[in-house]
């Protein structure tokens, strides 16, 4: 079974803090999907921190899913 993020808390630069349902933690950094279209309002820092887990998926302000 594969594990699922449990938290996910924002650092800056562009890097999220992912904790899962097996106790690791692992940092994601989002650097490189920021020069795709679908990504561009996240490189407004203060958006991209706004970062929520829904039921699963990470999304900002429902605009954006990951």
């Known amino acids: 079974m594969n594990p699922r993020i449990k938290t996910v808390v924002y650092k800056k630069p562009y890097k999220l803090i992912l904790s899962f349902t097996n106790s690791e933690q692992k ?38 899913t990951f």
């Open 27 to 64: 940092a994601f950094d989002l650097s490189p999907y920021l020069s795709y279209p679908v990504y561009e309002n996240l490189k407004d820092e203060s958006f991209c921190s706004t970062v929520k887990l829904f039921h699963g998926p990470l999304t900002w302000h429902d605009e954006i």
